[in-house]
Nanobody, 123 residues
Framework: QVQLVESGGGWVQAGGSLRLSCAAS????????VAWFRQAPGKEREFVAD????????DYEDSVKGRFTISRDNAKNTVYLQMNTLKFEDTAVYYC????????????????WGQGTQVTVSS
């Protein structure tokens, strides 16, 4: 089982940038596909982006395409989410999630979750 810890959240003005990190422990991180989800107050949790175990494939939710970039450093057991040109509607708790490479990448289904990090964008 893998344990996930998010960091890097905070407050930023609209148009600004933040970089979130997801650090993994417990298992070889390169054996997992990893995703970022978010949940805004009063809304369902939604998919933001994911990356396969090699880092060779990525997927993004339409509203963040061109603004957010997901990447991973398996040597550091860390996945990043670079968020640029932030908007008020990006305000949410952001969660890191992982799924073992035994399962196919691309269906946006994940099994292990972190506790989340708050991102607040002021308009």
């Amino acid at each position: 089982q893998v344990q996930l810890v998010e960091s890097g959240g905070g407050w930023v003005q609209a148009g600004g940038s933040l970089r979130l990190s997801c650090a993994a422990s417990g298992r070889t991180f390169s054996s997992y596909h990893v995703a970022w989800f978010r949940q805004a107050p009063g809304k369902e949790r939604e998919f933001v982006a994911d990356i396969n175990w090699t880092g060779g494939s990525t997927d993004y939710e339409d509203s963040v395409k061109g603004r957010f970039t997901i990447s991973r450093d398996n040597a550091k057991n860390t996945v990043y989410l670079q968020m640029n040109t932030l908007k008020f509607e990006d305000t949410a708790v952001y969660y890191c999630a992982a799924r073992n490479v035994l399962y196919s990448y691309g269906n946006r289904r994940y099994d292990y979750w972190g506790q989340g990090t708050q991102v607040t964008v002021s308009s």
